[in-house]
């Protein structure tokens, strides 16, 4: 008998949950999903050069990535609803740890492009399953308050130190090396979730196969419009075209998801404001973060000339502030209220982010880059947890695997769309620069719209979460001076 097939044999269906265990199964496997997004990022130019990617292919290395994960994500979702969700958890987990396999080995553009797709497509599969077994498994008040927490505060620290760790396996040993650590983590999580993790009852129902296939094209022709925007410009005829039939078919898929049976994103989910508008600052936020992560790693290598071990190392700063940030949130959340928190920790993220849209050839570390990424990095700490509760709240456990796919796909399709944007800004006024003055130009403008886009989310903050929940307070605290 095998090691899985005893594994198999041993799961919990009738056993008393061990809710640390599954917790720690859901983290670790987010964490890995995490890491990844970002561990490539600070071995981009290491890439650049050994498989010989044009400036204009590189973003494809992230965004081949985001875009299946995103576009799949709903699909994914809905999978786990309907053929169990610790049977999607595993099914996700081995193909993102082989197609790792796949990226560690990859000799040309093409191949790093497709397995980055595929990992992606296995990201689609795990992630809302994830977030929908922890759901199940903590029910709502104080308990998922803590466990949102903790998943929240994994994907922001898993982010920060993918960069850390990707700059020094990229300089010391090879940036493939980040790729082959997954298999024994991912083998590790497959037996685990096997014997821990039972499997909820699934839901009946039929998979939305025009609402996937509408969304990821369109979402697909779009970032790709965007970027091709960026080399040929806005009057190029397939540049056009391309950004017509993305609008086209996103907004087919809208009309497919009214009429579906079993819509993989049921609208009913953006009836509530306070979700909907966590949506859709989540999508603005980590558009906003991307910008920050994709472009400050080549400002630093490209203009600063730092080495990847000490570009990754010199992401600390927000690293160990976000951590630091994220540990405290279940307590400050309990004190000060999650719209409250929310709106903070956006004010600062913004302030940083104006700050270091500043950069340019002559900035400093210490007070060009390392002193705004502690704001960033705060920011960030405070914002994604009530981020995520916001976007949960209230949602039936019939639309536990719904919900987490859309938030998963907020952040997804923010990173994927809000880089393309952003490498669409970043070609604005270069005209006659070149060398590292372009360079720095580029990132001060793709920066800045990063800004931008924070300043939006803060704006969507405010008038649909923060407002409306003190106008509850108010009325409550009312009533019952009213009464006496």
Do not use: C
């Amino acid at each position: 008998m095998t090691a899985i097939e005893q594994a198999r044999k041993m799961s919990p269906t009738n056993a008393t949950l061990n809710k640390t265990a599954i917790l720690a199964i859901i983290l670790l496997s987010y964490v890995m999903i995490v890491l990844d997004t970002s561990i490539v990022l600070t071995g981009l130019p290491n890439i650049h050069r050994e498989l010989g990617f044009s400036d204009a292919e590189l973003a494809w290395v992230q965004s081949a990535y985001t875009l299946t994960f995103g576009g799949f994500l709903l699909l994914g979702a809905r999978a786990g609803d309907i053929l169990g969700r610790r049977r999607m958890l595993i099914a996700g987990l081995a193909l993102f740890t082989v197609s790792s396999l796949a990226i560690g080995l990859a000799q040309t553009p093409a191949w790093m492009i497709g397995a980055r797709a595929v990992q992606g497509l296995g990201g689609a599969i795990l992630a809302p399953s994830t977030l929908a077994l922890l759901q199940t498994t903590f029910p709502e008040g104080s308990e998922r308050t803590r466990a949102v927490s903790y998943y929240s505060a994994v994907a922001g620290i898993a982010a920060s130190v993918g960069l850390v760790l990707g700059g020094i396996l990229a300089d010391w040993l090879s940036w493939r090396v980040g790729f082959f650590i997954n298999l024994p983590i991912g083998a590790g999580l497959i037996l685990a979730a096997l014997h821990t993790i039972p499997e909820p009852a699934r839901k009946p129902g039929q998979f939305d196969v025009a609402g996937a296939l509408t969304s990821t094209i369109g979402m697909v022709a779009l970032v790709y419009s965007l970027i091709r925007s960026a080399t040929h410009g806005w009057s190029d005829p397939a540049t056009i075209a391309l950004l017509v039939a993305s609008l086209a078919l996103l907004a087919l898929f809208i009309v497919v998801e009214r009429r579906a049976a079993h819509p993989i994103m049921p609208l009913h989910l953006f009836a509530s404001r306070e979700r909907a508008a966590a949506y859709a600052a989540r999508v603005l936020f980590l558009g906003a973060m991307i910008g920050f992560f994709f472009f400050i790693t080549q400002f630093m290598q490209g203009v600063s000339h730092y080495r990847p071990a000490v570009a990754g190392m010199a992401f600390l700063p927000a690293t160990l502030v976000n951590f630091a940030a994220a540990m405290v949130v279940p307590q400050l959340t309990r004190r000060y209220g999650n719209a409250r928190l929310l709106a903070v920790g956006f004010v600062i993220g913004l302030v940083g982010m104006i700050w270091l849209s500043q950069v340019s050839l002559g900035t400093t570390y210490l007070t060009g880059i390392g002193l705004p990424m502690v704001l960033i990095g705060l920011g960030q700490g405070f914002v994604l947890s009530p981020l995520t509760t916001s976007g949960i709240s209230g949602v039936a456990g019939k639309d536990a695997g719904a919900a987490s796919g859309v938030v998963n796909v907020a952040h997804q399709t923010g990173s994927s769309l809000g880089l393309a944007v952003l490498v669409a800004i970043a070609a604005f006024g270069t005209s006659g620069l070149e060398g590292t003055e372009l360079l720095a130009h580029r990132v001060s403008m793709a920066l800045t719209g990063s800004s931008v886009m924070m300043a939006l989310a803060l704006v969507l903050v405010v008038a649909f979460i923060v407002r409306p929940h003190r106008a509850t307070i108010v009325g409550t605290d009312a009533r019952p001076q009213n009464a006496s």
